[in-house]
Each structure stands twice: as structure tokens, then as C-alpha cells.
């Protein structure tokens, strides 16, 4: 049995986990505030690691791993991959985004006679266009569909190796 094999719902939980603990901390701790794409995209991880916990106990508890419960993987880590790319193709202008994404943020003017005037409706997230962060020349979208393709090369390999047994 090899390692990825062995190991598949701890790789899913840690990929999936560290891409949507670096989306909270750079959201609540550096304050980048995510688009409707992102939050889309962080839901198929929280998906991935709902079945790769799942896996997890069904193998620790029932000690038997269930082949076709890396399908599911995979499928999740697809759905993920493709979110993340159409994503990247709105940032490069590739493609139209979904219609909910168009708002970006709004200027406010300060006045000074009604200082909290429109602040309820001054923060916005920003337009799924808009990419706020970036590292190495990619931003977090870009980044997530290497992380998701990643998890799909994985989980097919896992399979892969069931299949062959």
C-alpha cells in the first residue's frame, strides 16, 4: 500500500485544511475580505474534509477502507478545481463571473455632521475580478487550483491503487 494511498483522508484534510486556513487568516487577520467565488470555493473544501473525515473514522473504527469513498474525493476536489479555475479565468478576464460578483467595494464619503452615515452599506466584498491578494505572481484563486488539482492527482492515485489490488 503506498504512502498516498495509506494516507489519503489525512493529505485531503491537511490540503484542504491549510487552503482554507490561509484564506481565514489572510480574511481575519490581514483584513482581505473574500468575493462570492471565494466563499464558494472554501465550501468544496469544507466538502473534501467532510468526506476525508469521514473516511478517517470509517477506517479507524471499523478498520476497512472503502474504496469508493476516494470517488467522492475525487469528485469533491474536481468541484473545487473547477470553482477555483473559472475563478482565476474572471481575475485574467477570460471569462464573465457569476452576476452576484460585480459589486466590488464602494467609496465613502466622510461627512463630518453624520461620521457613521452609510457604513452599513460602505464595506463590500470585492468584485470576483478583483484579485486583492497575490504571491509568486498568483493570487489565492490561482493558488487554489493548484491546491484542488493537487488533491485530485492524489485521490486518483489512491484509487488507482485500490483498483489494482
Given at each position: 500500500m503506498s504512502v498516498v494511498n495509506k494516507y489519503i483522508p489525512e493529505l485531503a484534510i491537511?490540503?484542504?485544511?491549510?487552503?482554507?486556513?490561509?484564506?481565514?487568516?489572510?480574511?481575519?487577520?490581514?483584513?482581505?475580505?473574500?468575493?462570492?467565488?471565494?466563499?464558494?470555493?472554501?465550501?468544496?473544501?469544507?466538502?473534501?474534509?467532510?468526506?476525508?473525515?469521514?473516511?478517517?473514522?470509517?477506517?479507524?473504527?471499523?478498520?476497512?477502507?472503502?474504496?469508493?469513498?476516494?470517488?467522492?474525493?475525487?469528485?469533491?476536489f474536481v468541484v473545487s478545481s473547477i470553482l477555483a479555475f473559472w475563478h482565476t479565468g474572471v481575475e485574467f478576464s477570460w471569462w464573465d463571473g457569476p452576476e452576484t460578483c460585480s459589486t466590488g467595494s464602494q467609496n465613502y464619503d466622510f461627512d463630518i455632521n453624520n461620521p457613521l452615515r452609510g457604513l452599513d452599506g460602505m464595506i463590500r466584498p470585492p468584485a470576483c475580478s478583483e484579485a486583492v491578494w497575490h504571491f509568486l505572481g498568483l493570487s489565492m484563486a490561482a493558488w487554489n487550483t493548484l491546491i484542488s488539482l493537487t488533491g485530485v492527482l492524489m485521490a486518483t492515485l489512491a484509487i488507482r491503487r485500490d483498483l489494482e489490488k
Open positions: 491537511i490540503l484542504s485544511g491549510v487552503a482554507l486556513v490561509s484564506a481565514w487568516i489572510l480574511e481575519y487577520g490581514f483584513g482581505y475580505l473574500p468575493c462570492t467565488m471565494c466563499y464558494w470555493q472554501r465550501y468544496a473544501h469544507m466538502l473534501v474534509i467532510f468526506i476525508a473525515v469521514l473516511m478517517f473514522l470509517m477506517r479507524r473504527y471499523k478498520n476497512y477502507h472503502i474504496p469508493f469513498m476516494n470517488i467522492f474525493l475525487i469528485f469533491a
